[in-house]
């Protein structure tokens, strides 16, 4: 799934060339291929980015971002469950996360938060692994340089630099993969994305700055982050800027693509503002009844990215029984796959706690170590001398 | 063998690096043209580009935190902090960030980010350019700490901080930055005494006197003036902060039954606080005093006219040596 046949192509040479000399538009009116109701408009400048998008290939966005909400609320009933002990849906996000990633290359590398599980999904880690760090299995799900995806990332903003940095190293090797940073609206107060904007405006660097502006950081409202629009913002750093529907997964598709290109093509950073909306609660330990206002939800459900693309494959008679129900079946396994993956996942080992805090052996450590492994030793055997 | 300032033994061992590796990129404020306000750096992107000894915007947390990016493509970015009171921007990235990628990926992403501060007090100057906030990196699990002392280990320890896999922070002494030493730049990396181990820079039999950085010359310095007076004082060079290597201090203790820490950072939490406290441990039946810390105060570094009183200097170190020993001493008579 990592380089699927909407990622691929990306970069083709009939695309209109975006370099410094022809800069992008910053902030401005919202980017929209498809409206709420599933009517696919055309907008002169970014048709051209998905003209190869096939059928076909519409039906597999579908079938993504399907698999992906139903992935959230097995991983929801499971942390009811007890079998997670935390998960932070993206419900409302989907289109955001699929487009944006379906425009990716194999070899670009992407600095995720911990909401980007459709990524994760999208860029082949694999459903256990996405599973384990919400158990509290491990602190990392996948590998990251086998998939080119870092771990989940908890610190807000702080992967904007690493990516940055990251950005640095593919311009120092003279390769031409691109970066992509996922962060929130709530992380644009945050000095670290400050930090980000003026280091890769300083070194141009291959980096894609992605904001999912979901509407709220936990119970704080965007407005309390930003007093212009966050697409406004990069200006300032002299990074051009996006406002993208989010939920209008083809729209997401353009804009990234548009910015992944201008990366590789050495002309410098963007920043996407993706306008979208949390559906659900911050995290399943949250309750946005205390603070949201219902209609709020009700407005924004109205604009759902799984029902307009839906809408749209129905106006164009694609959405027969067999889509239906490929799709169906596929979510339906990845579900059974996600659950048994994790209440099947085996717990880890006492000692673990003290593997891999350095590449090589510590002193310290490994003394506390065998003094921890001495003290377990000494329970051994007393569960038979209990039921003596 | 040639004999370099401190500042230029660790530029010879920058360079030295940066010719053995090509992964290796210098980063921080200042650290091009100018050669770095300290000139540790020193011509150094001249012969290397721009690319390769990177002048960056000013900003710390920026500076870690793309190194960090850097180190997931395979760098191994070297960043200089400008001076100690600067680092507290970055700290998020250090902690955070570069001290547990390693553990959080379980070794599949590794951090061999050397970070080079220039720190404590002892030069004069305004406030924030004299600190020693080496415990709260000592506190933090995943980073390995070095204070150098001398020109010689900071020539070596240097390529041994960059060709380390885990990061590492490098206190670099600045009131010793123009000291002069002998340093052999054909010594071999692989025999060299590794960075984790600590030294015996003077041997003695009645106490044992642990330091590290600035200090150790001041107490080489206390150890010759004690001699002079009968008393034979081993002073141990700690080298690295974290992890301490402990056998060597508790050799020395369980020969000499009395130990005196000093440091210039404060004292609560601080270094002496966990040596005395690992001695006392592991070598409780061999004291025969309890350990005595002579360091810095437990104030804001103090503004230039009054550091002199801040510093543990070598009066206030024998003076605690005294104390070890149960002889006269400016606390006798206190209980307690
Ligand atoms: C540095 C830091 N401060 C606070 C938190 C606690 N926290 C976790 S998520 C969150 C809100 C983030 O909102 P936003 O950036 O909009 O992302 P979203 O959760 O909406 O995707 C906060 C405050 C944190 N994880 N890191």
């Known amino acids: 799934m990592l380089t699927d046949e909407v990622g691929k192509g990306a970069t083709s040479a009939s695309r209109p060339v975006h370099s410094a000399e022809n800069p992008l538009r910053s902030g401005g009116s919202l980017i929209q291929l498809i409206t709420p109701k599933g009517e696919r408009i055309s907008h002169p400048e970014f048709d051209v980015w998905v003209k190869d998008v096939s059928d076909e290939q519409l039906g597999s966005l579908y079938e993504d971002m399907t698999v992906i909400r139903r992935i959230d609320a097995e991983a929801t009933a499971l942390q009811r469950q007890g079998e997670l002990a935390l998960w932070p849906p993206l419900l409302g996000q989907e289109a955001s996360q699929i487009g944006s990633s379906r425009a990716l290359r194999e070899d670009d590398f992407v600095f995720p938060s911990y909401r980007e599980s459709g990524v994760a999904y999208v860029r082949g880690a694999e459903l256990a692994e996405i599973a384990r760090v919400w158990r509290g299995n491990a602190s990392y799900g996948w590998d990251p340089q086998r998939i080119n995806l870092a771990t989940p990332q908890i610190i807000i903003g702080s992967q904007s630099l690493h990516a940055t940095g990251y950005a640095m190293g593919i311009q120092h090797d003279g390769a031409d993969s691109a970066v992509m940073a996922y962060f929130g609206d709530g992380a644009t107060s945050e000095g670290d994305v400050s930090e980000a904007m003026v280091f890769a405006a300083s070194f141009q660097a291959p980096v894609v700055f992605f904001c999912q502006n979901n509407h709220w950081a936990i119970s704080e409202p965007v407005r309390l982050q930003s007093h212009v629009q966050i697409a406004d913002r990069p200006n300032g750093f002299g990074i051009p800027s996006m406002r993208v529907d989010g939920n209008d997964v083809l729209a997401v598709l353009a804009a990234t693509r548009v910015a992944l290109d201008r990366a590789r093509k050495g002309g410098g950073p963007t920043f996407i503002e993706a306008v979208t909306y949390r559906m659900g609660p911050h995290t399943t330990a949250d309750d946005p009844t205390r603070y949201r206002d219902p209609n709020e939800l009700e407005d924004w459900a109205a604009k759902d990215p799984i029902a307009r693309l839906k809408a749209l494959l129905d106006s164009k008679g694609l959405l027969d029984e067999a889509l239906e129900a490929t799709v169906r079946a596929k979510a339906d396994a990845v579900a059974a796959e996600f659950r048994a993956s994790c209440i099947d996942m085996p717990d880890p080992a006492p000692l673990d706690v003290f593997n891999h805090v350095y590449s090589t052996p510590n002193s310290w450590i490994e003394r506390q170590k065998d003094h921890y492994s001495r003290y377990l030793e000494s329970f051994a055997g007393s569960s038979e001398e209990g039921a003596l | ?336």
């Open chain 2, 1 to 336: 063998m040639s004999k370099l300032t401190f500042a230029r033994a660790i530029n010879a061992g920058l360079r030295k690096s940066l010719e053995s590796d090509p992964k290796v990129v210098l980063m921080g404020e200042d650290i091009g043209a100018l050669g770095g306000v300290f000139r540790v750096t020193d011509g150094l992107q001249k012969d290397f580009g721009t690319h390769r000894v990177v002048d960056t915007p000013l900003a710390e947390s920026g500076i870690i935190g793309t190194a960090v990016g850097l180190a997931y493509r395979g760098y191994r970015p070297v960043c200089e902090i400008q001076f100690d009171g600067f680092i507290y921007p970055a700290f998020d990235q250090i902690v955070s960030q570069v001290a547990k990628m390693h553990y959080r990926t379980q070794g599949r992403v590794k951090m061999p980010i050397t970070i080079r501060v220039p720190f404590g007090g002892g030069i004069g100057s305004p406030e924030h350019h004299s600190e020693s906030p080496e415990a709260y990196f000592t506190h933090t699990s995943g980073l390995r700490v070095i204070s150098v002392s001398n020109p010689q280990d900071a020539y070596t320890m240097i390529q041994q901080a960059i060709a380390s896999d885990d990061p590492v922070l490098f206190f670099e002494p600045k009131r010793r930055y123009h000291d002069k030493g002998e340093v052999d730049e054909a010594a071999e990396l692989a025999t060299a005494l590794s960075m984790e181990k600590a030294r015996v820079v003077n041997a003695g039999s009645d106490v044992t006197l642990v330091a590290y950085g600035p200090l150790v010359k001041t107490a080489r310095d206390a150890a010759l003036a004690a001699a002079d007076e009968g008393t034979s004082i081993e002073v141990i060079d700690l080298r690295s902060l974290a992890p301490i290597d402990f056998p060597t201090v508790e050799a020395s203790v369980r020969k000499t039954g009395r130990l005196v820490i000093t440091h210039e950072a404060a004292q609560s939490g601080g270094l002496g606080a966990e040596i005395a406290a690992s001695i006392t441990e592991r070598c409780f039946n061999y004291l025969e005093a309890a350990p005595v810390r002579i360091t810095g105060f437990d104030v804001p570094y103090p503004y230039s006219k009054l550091e002199m009183h801040h510093l543990p200097d070598l009066d206030r170190i024998l003076d605690g040596v005294d104390r070890a020993l149960g002889r006269r001493n400016s606390l006798s008579g206190l209980e307690g």
